[in-house]
């Protein structure tokens, strides 16, 4: 199996096998066959089914650990040659996961049908802890389940790629029909299959949109979805993230699950760990987020901006902003352009957002030198994060005094009168400066600290309008808009050699893109949709874009890994 695109562990994909070619995610019995061995069903030849599935015992979730364990002894006594798929039973006793891994490993099966799916599905952790272990496994090993059609959207969203259709038919000789309220409101008329088509059509448009976990959390509710997606959201984040693309387009905070999404664990790990402040900040300031983005183009920031132009002058080039905001947490002012997000704004915030926020500020805090003082211009739940923060770190917080919110000309006047208290001057050097870290900071953001300086250090320059080009020593280094880059295979090996980060190793001539199978080593870091640069020899012989997290280019055997789009 190839992967095509990444949405979260969900995955697009094309499977080829005997001659014959598909797309997933995918229904066993109407996009493919799936041969029913150990059913009521029997293959006339094991060729006449894309997959065969080879024999097994059936074995339930509560099976005792010896009856396991004679279960395995048969299992690796199968002559496994005539069968590309394996039926996994689902089990209590993980302790034995290992074993079925490696006959699965050894016999090179193409998919892998997980048994007792609808019973998986009550063991919340069970279920997310096998998606992962096979996913990370066999990155492409095609999975398979037996699921209610209201389940596919967070079943794809954690890992399955295909579903077994033959279950179903059981609704429609009941005379039971799915509705769009299923599973607590039943149709009068069979349509089990149609209603599967129709919902797998919807995962597959939510994937190529990259909105798979919206679905996921808005795809009829039970107690089950509840429990697993909370399980991958509390236990596996690091599972989700590695999967989930890089964010290019507004994020859609829905629901309580929303502040859990990967992009915001990613969000909150990049301030901490990518974010460092401009050297030159003599002042910190805290401000709220705005409906609109970027902040800067919103009317609130504009009255703000205007108030600190003029309490402070050229002064302001010394100031730096922090934005607070839910779920992300903290918003540096060089990193507006890329949070992308929409929430619905009540002024009621619960807890899992304010302790999240208040120790994201607390850590970026700790960043500015002890002797920058930091000014609050918040009100409502912003102010105690703030507080929260100040109690973490034991560093004062000056608060503006602010009545009927942030914008009103009283409040106004208090920042204005509190920033004039503190004398601070700024050159054209500041102003200059300021604005290449506006720049540099967003190539942090993707790279790590200090890829911005490499890019654009003191000396490098700034061409054009719009279209912003990077250059270092009349070459060009990259380009900038709007908080969107592109680095070039000169940029690309500058930051290779003083990072080492998202690269691709190779050992052979780049000639198009680079599929898995050439990959020898690969940055861990990496993300789907990533820019990368592709090495041969410590030297970057192209860059392009990640279609596959780091570590899975590297387990892959399949698939394209990057797509390049500039040679050296």
Not at 44 to 65: K, M, Q, R, S, V
Not at 117 to 145: C, D, G, Q, T, W
Not at 177 to 198: M, Q
Not at 224 to 243: N, T
Request: aromatic share 12%.
């Amino acid at each position: 199996m190839e992967t095509l695109k990444h949405d979260g562990p969900g995955r697009l994909g094309l499977v080829e096998v005997r001659g014959r070619s598909f797309r997933t995610p995918a229904l066993a019995g109407l996009d493919f066959t799936l041969s029913p061995f150990n059913s009521f069903f029997h293959p006339n030849e094991p060729g006449d089914y894309d997959f065969t599935l080879a024999p097994a015992i059936p074995l339930a979730f509560h099976t005792p650990g010896e009856v396991v364990e004679k279960a395995l002894k048969r299992l690796w006594s199968v002559d496994y040659d005539s069968f590309n798929a394996f039926y996994l039973p689902a089990l209590r006793r993980t302790e034995y996961l290992g074993e079925f891994f490696r006959i699965i490993e050894e016999n090179d099966f193409d998919a892998v049908y997980l048994g007792n799916s609808k019973i998986l599905v009550r063991e919340h952790r069970y279920f997310v802890r096998i998606l992962r272990e096979l996913r990370e496994r066999f990155p492409n090993l095609m999975v398979i389940a037996d699921l209610e059609p209201f389940f596919y959207p967070l079943a794809v969203y954690l890992g399955v790629d295909a579903f077994d259709t033959r279950s179903l038919r059981l609704y429609d000789l009941e005379g039971k029909g799915f509705t769009g309220f299923s599973p607590l409101l039943w149709g009068n008329k069979a349509n089990s299959l149609d209603f599967a088509r129709e919902t797998l059509f919807l995962v597959r448009k939510a994937i190529e949109e990259g909105k798979l976990r919206y679905l996921a959390e808005n795809y009829f509710p039970t107690q089950y979805h509840a429990g697993i997606l909370r399980i991958a959201d509390l236990e596996h984040p690091d599972y989700l993230e590695k999967y989930t693309p890089i964010q290019r387009e507004t994020v859609y905070f829905i629901s309580d699950a929303s502040i859990r999404r990967p992009e915001v664990r990613r969000w909150h790990f990049r301030v901490a760990e990518r974010f460092v402040p401009p050297k030159n900040t003599e002042l910190a300031l805290l401000l709220p987020c705005s409906a609109k983005k970027p902040y800067s183009f919103s009317r609130s920031h504009t009255l703000y901006r205007k108030a600190m132009k003029e309490a402070l002058g050229s002064g302001i080039a010394k100031v730096h902003e922090l934005i607070l905001t839910s779920p992300f947490g903290v918003v540096p002012r060089e990193w507006e352009w890329l949070a992308k997000y929409d929430i619905v704004v009540t002024g009621h915030w619960s807890e899992e957002e304010v302790k999240p926020a208040a120790e994201l500020l607390a850590k970026s805090l700790e960043k500015y030198p002890k002797n920058v003082p930091v000014i609050a211009h918040l009100d409502e739940a912003y102010v105690e994060i703030a507080k929260l923060a100040s109690e973490i770190t034991g560093r004062e917080i000056i608060f503006t005094r602010v009545e009927n919110g942030t914008t009103s000309r009283k409040s106004l006047e208090s920042l204005k009168e509190t920033l004039k208290e503190f004398e601070i001057e700024g050159t054209k050097e500041d102003r200059s400066y300021r604005y290449f870290e506006g720049i540099r900071k967003v190539f942090d953001f993707y790279f790590g600290a200090g890829a911005g300086e490499v890019v654009l250090p003191d000396g490098g320059k700034v061409r054009g309008s719009k279209m912003l080009r990077l250059f270092v020593e009349n070459q060009q280094t990259g380009t900038f808009k709007d908080g969107v880059i592109s680095l070039t295979p000169f940029g690309m090996q500058r930051v290779y050699d003083e990072l080492r980060a998202y690269w691709v190793r190779i050992d052979f001539d780049l000639r198009g893109d680079v599929f898995a199978v050439g990959v020898n080593e690969a940055d861990e870091r990496i993300r789907p949709d990533d820019i990368v640069g592709v090495v041969r020899d410590d030297k970057v012989v192209g860059v392009g874009k990640a279609v596959l997290a780091g570590d899975e280019m590297v387990k892959a055997k399949k698939g394209i890994a990057v797509k390049v789009r500039k040679r050296a």
